[in-house]
């Protein structure tokens, strides 16, 4: 699976929009796109998941740019409870060994009051 | 629908003894993974397995370590005669069959060796 490139934390204002950014600039046309989060002490969270066009569900956005070699996760109004390790993962499609997913260091947010 | 269960969600062993921590995976998902944390790390995969089959065990230590999912129940990481090092936070995470459809993860059984 590709590789996957994030700034090692970001922070913003609760209430405002958190843009949190992935490179995976080797992405195979086959690969979809992840995100996870992990709140400490907790088991992952899916958040989203796509392919090349951008998607939306109640708890993010998902912008894949063009050529695929980058994304960004959008959370919309981060409050405090979206604090935690936000993982951007690579991933063929589910087919026998190369199922598993394979975590980086993640991006750590920070919302601040 | 219930989400992955993980049980028990905190254990405690003497070394040398034998930890075995169950996971349920959600309805109508046939593949489970098991993850381990180790404190202020990430999360390294160990092993994937299918009812009755491993997949990829190219995580899993050499010794000690054993994985199963059987026909009928939850699927079982044991890990025999526990070490100090063996102290990890261990997640399972399931998915259906095949496709893009994402993993769910439990809430993890954290594993404490005194």
């Known amino acids: 699976d590709a590789k996957t490139t994030q700034p090692t934390s970001m922070d913003c204002a609760e209430g405002r929009a958190a843009n949190l950014p992935c490179n995976h600039s080797?992405?195979?046309?086959?690969?979809?796109v992840y995100w996870y989060r992990q709140i400490h002490s907790q088991g992952p969270q899916y958040i989203i998941h796509?392919?090349?066009n951008n998607e939306t569900n109640e708890m993010a956005s998902l912008i894949i740019t063009e050529d695929r070699k980058s994304s960004t996760l959008i959370l919309p109004h981060a409050t405090l409870r979206d604090t935690a390790v936000y993982y951007c993962?690579?991933?063929?499609?589910?087919?026998?060994?190369?199922?598993?997913?394979?975590f980086g260091k993640g991006i750590t947010l920070s919302v601040r009051p | 629908n219930a989400g992955v269960m993980q049980n028990p969600r905190h254990l405690v062993r003497r070394r040398g003894q034998e930890a075995r921590l169950r996971c349920s995976p959600m309805?109508?998902?046939?593949?489970v993974y098991w993850y381990r944390q180790l404190p202020e790390e990430g999360l390294k995969f160990m092993v994937y397995?299918?009812?009755?089959?491993?997949?990829?065990e190219s995580g899993m230590p050499k010794e000690r370590f054993s994985a199963e999912f059987p026909k009928e129940g939850p699927s079982i990481l044991r890990i025999q005669q526990v070490v100090r090092g063996d102290s990890a936070a261990y997640f399972c995470?399931?998915?259906?069959?095949?496709?893009?459809?994402?993993?769910?993860f439990g809430n993890g059984t954290r594993l404490t060796v005194t």
């Open positions: 995470a399931s998915s259906p069959t095949t496709g893009s459809s994402p993993l769910h």
């Open positions: 080797t992405i195979s046309g086959n690969e979809y």
């Open positions: 796509g392919l090349k």
């Open positions: 993962i690579v991933r063929v499609e589910h087919t026998g060994a190369n199922s598993k997913l394979t």
């Open positions: 309805k109508g998902h046939s593949h």
């Open positions: 397995l299918q009812k009755e089959n491993i997949i990829d």
